[in-house]
């Protein structure tokens, strides 16, 4: 309540609950009870310098400094017409209109108590990020809003450094977004118009550009344009230019069907490849590309569908266009599975085939399995699982073919000890049917095991002589699995290979786990794991020697906070697998300000010879403004660099700028990419974490 210039004060309280109005001293006021229909919903407070009210018309008029509120609702303004009958206030003058931390302002506005819709003309607002102004701003029933001859950004400067301009623009709060007639403006230039465009407010940016250089390319720009053809329906068309390459481009898309319960997404790419340099190796040709479409399907009954097409026209081309995807993507794969799960068992049929001439594939056309998950059998103790596998197999170019079957059946007793020791004896057996041999003729193998895990758990506590920690707890865990098996009467030198199935021969191995932590409790009771390292090794027992078959080592220390270091260590002894791999890293961290690693991977196999390579990387944040970070990766053997990527962002108040380097065996690429923040073209993965290119995993096996 506050006092107005000529002492008039007026507040009326429209309460559903209490069927009551609060009762004025302002002169004109005999009987307000039909101030209660203003709102059923919510109590309604209106105050000004003067007020009247036409008990016939039932119209409040009130004028000078007006303010009317409902729970977080505000109207602000120099005059006020309420209208009784309908629920509905008009206001204009300097009208402020407030909801929650939204403003808008006008020249004139109108509100429905009742409805709690609204109409604003002449209109400027702001609705975290976005600053508008319009020709109009409604807003519905239903928490739409409409906005005529609006113009948008999230640019909170006297002359913003862009906009968005549209005819019409309908919104539905944290939802979605529908514009027509829309203009992109950097200053007072227009960069991109769109006549229709429709997205999801939490999706991706409606315009994504990204432009660079990479030797094998030349010069390079990407344009794509992300349209919401439906709620369920968005696609992407993108168009590239290269200077050495040409022009290219295709279609990517997300999808939902049948009321969510199908979902899927595909990624094309076609170019017409100019560079000579690119098409001369074997198995090149000029025209280039890719086609994958990933799709599940939810269907009645427990069943589930997923199909999977990958085409990729040749070897090179996500190495010169897509190196990132290139890195991480094992060769291209096309097959079609569909699963029915159970309480007790899973049904699958698999149909499995090669597209691409350069890869060597197993086909399946098509394999059938059905799996009987473990069970206790009729209250006895004993545990049974079993497998059931049939197909059609095919090694694709000019392999072996055969349809084989493949059973297996599996027993285990478990058993526990006073709640330290647990030891699960199992026995195991399997039989397999070829169709077709080396031989030509059909063939049934069969085979068994017999084995034993056993496993244990000891913990003892500590007082800590650290004084930020009150007590530390090592926790050891023991594992022995042994396993025997005789030899088949078929070995796998006799039989076709497909898959694992194929290579079971001879056992005779003893595999040792010991994991260890260290852990350190806070005075605030809160747990810290100071160190873990696990070990495991395999022995193999022969009949002529007895030999160590695998080792591998884990260590992962947290000592003080922002520091890290972790090693890993897997070698495979045995002649037809031998493996060594190590990795080790040190990592020092503090968020969204500094992070720093040095690390060194080593391989030797016997696909892939022996190869050290040296990894660091730093990035530096230095205020709000700038972030740096380079990656380097050091090939000791071929004492060059093999790997180098710089970058530098800036943050350009609503704007942000990345420019980055990155130089490989392959090509060496440069690329800017410049962002509106609030209404990205691209993403921009150092902004917000700093954190070295292509750490993604906690084992630094592969960076």
């Given amino acids: 309540m506050r006092a107005s210039k000529n002492g008039a004060v007026f507040i009326v309280a429209a309460t559903l609950f209490l069927g009551v109005s609060a009762r004025a001293g302002a002169a004109g006021f005999n009987d307000l009870r039909e101030a209660d229909a203003i709102s059923t919903s919510a109590p309604v407070y209106f105050s000004g310098d003067t007020f009247s009210y036409n008990a016939k018309t039932g119209i409040i008029t009130g004028t000078g400094d007006i303010e009317v509120i409902q729970l977080d609702r505000r109207l602000r303004g120099d005059k006020v017409v309420i209208r009784i009958t309908d629920n509905v206030a008009e206001i204009e003058g300097n009208v402020v209109a407030t909801r929650g931390a939204d403003v808008v302002r006008g020249t004139r506005g109108m509100y429905d108590f009742e409805k709690q819709e609204g109409a604003f003309e002449d209109a400027q607002g702001f609705s975290e990020p976005w600053y508008v102004s319009a020709g109009e701003i409604k807003r519905e029933t239903s928490g739409r809003y409409a906005v005529a001859d609006g113009s948008l950004t999230t640019c909170n400067l006297p002359h913003p450094h862009y906009r968005i301009e549209s005819g019409t623009v309908e919104v539905i709060p944290e939802e979605r977004l529908v514009a027509r007639d829309l203009v992109l403006y950097a200053g007072s230039f227009p960069i991109f118009y769109f006549p229709y465009y429709a997205h999801g407010l939490q999706d991706r940016p409606p315009v994504e550009f990204t432009a660079g250089s990479q030797t094998d390319l030349g010069a390079y720009a990407r344009l794509g344009y992300n349209l919401e053809l439906t709620e369920d329906i968005l696609l992407n068309p993108h168009i590239w230019g290269f200077t050495k390459s040409g022009v290219g481009g295709g279609l990517d898309g997300r999808f939902r069907l049948f009321d969510g319960t199908g979902r899927g997404r595909f990624d094309t790419f076609y170019i017409s490849d100019q560079n000579e340099d690119n098409t001369?190796?074997?198995?090149?040709?000029?025209?280039?590309?890719?086609a994958d479409l990933y799709y599940r399907q939810e269907l009645p009954y427990d069943f589930t569908t997923l199909l999977q097409t990958e085409y990729v026209s040749d070897r090179e081309f996500l190495k010169t266009y897509d190196f990132d995807d290139f890195s991480e993507r094992e060769l291209p794969e096309t097959f079609f599975n569909i699963e029915r799960t159970g309480e007790h068992s899973v049904a699958s049929l698999l149909v499995r085939e090669r597209l691409v001439d350069y890869t060597t594939d197993v086909e399946r056309l098509p394999g059938l399995r059905l799996e009987l998950l473990e069970q206790e059998f009729r209250d006895t103790g004993?545990?049974?699982?079993?497998?059931?596998?049939?197909?059609?197999?095919?090694?694709e170019p000019g392999g072996s073919e055969s349809a084989r079957n493949f059973t297996q059946a599996r027993v285990a007793y478990p058993m526990r000890y006073d709640n330290w020791l647990s030891?699960?004896?199992?026995?195991?057996?399997?039989?397999?049917?070829?169709?077709?041999?080396?031989?030509e003729e059909d063939e049934y193998r069969i085979s068994g095991?017999?084995?034993?895990?056993?496993?244990?758990?000891?913990?003892?506590?500590?007082g800590s002589p650290i004084e930020r920690y009150t007590a530390l707890r090592h926790l050891?865990?023991?594992?022995?699995?042994?396993?025997?098996?005789?030899?088949?009467?078929?070995?796998?030198?006799?039989?076709?290979?497909f898959d694992s199935v194929d290579?079971?021969?001879r056992e005779n191995l003893l595999e040792v786990e010991l994991k260890n932590y260290v852990?350190?409790?806070?005075?605030n009771g809160r747990r810290t794991e100071l160190l873990q390292y696990n070990v495991t090794t395999g022995l193999e027992f022969d009949d002529d020697a007895d030999t160590l078959a695998t080792l591998e080592n884990e260590v992962l220390i947290h000592p003080v906070p922002n520091w890290e270091w972790a090693f890993k260590a897997l070698n495979d002894f045995r002649d037809e697998r031998r493996t060594d791999l190590v990795s080790t890293v040190l990592r020092y961290s503090k968020a969204e300000s500094f992070r720093a690693s040095v690390g060194m991977i080593h391989e030797d196999t016997v696909l892939k010879p022996y190869e050290t390579q040296v990894v660091y990387s730093f990035s530096k944040a230095f205020g709000p403004l700038w972030r740096v970070g380079f990656q380097q990766r050091y090939d000791i053997d071929m004492e060059e660099m093999t790997y180098q990527d710089f970058w530098l962002w800036r943050d350009l108040h609503c704007w942000e700028i990345l420019l980055s380097v990155t130089d490989r065996r392959e090509a060496t690429t440069f690329m800017v990419l410049?962002?509106?923040?609030?209404?990205?073209?691209?993403?921009?993965?150092?902004k917000t974490a700093i954190k070295p290119i292509g750490e993604k995993h906690p084992w630094p096996t592969r960076w």
């Fill in 503 to 505: 290579l079971i021969d």
């Fill in 382 to 395: 004993f545990f049974a699982s079993a497998t059931n596998e049939s197909a059609y197999l095919n090694v």
């Fill in 423 to 439: 030891l699960v004896p199992f026995v195991e057996g399997d039989g397999t049917y070829y169709s077709k041999t080396l031989t």
């Fill in 476 to 497: 050891i865990v023991p594992t022995i699995n042994y396993r025997y098996r005789p030899t088949p009467d078929d070995e796998p030198e006799d039989l076709p290979q």
């Fill in 674 to 686: 410049l962002n509106i923040k609030a209404f990205p073209m691209g993403k921009i993965e150092n």
């Fill in 519 to 523: 852990q350190a409790k806070r005075p």
């Fill in 449 to 462: 095991s017999a084995g034993l895990t056993a496993q244990s758990r000891f913990q003892k506590v500590y």
């Fill in 280 to 290: 001369d190796p074997p198995g090149i040709d000029k025209d280039r590309g890719k």
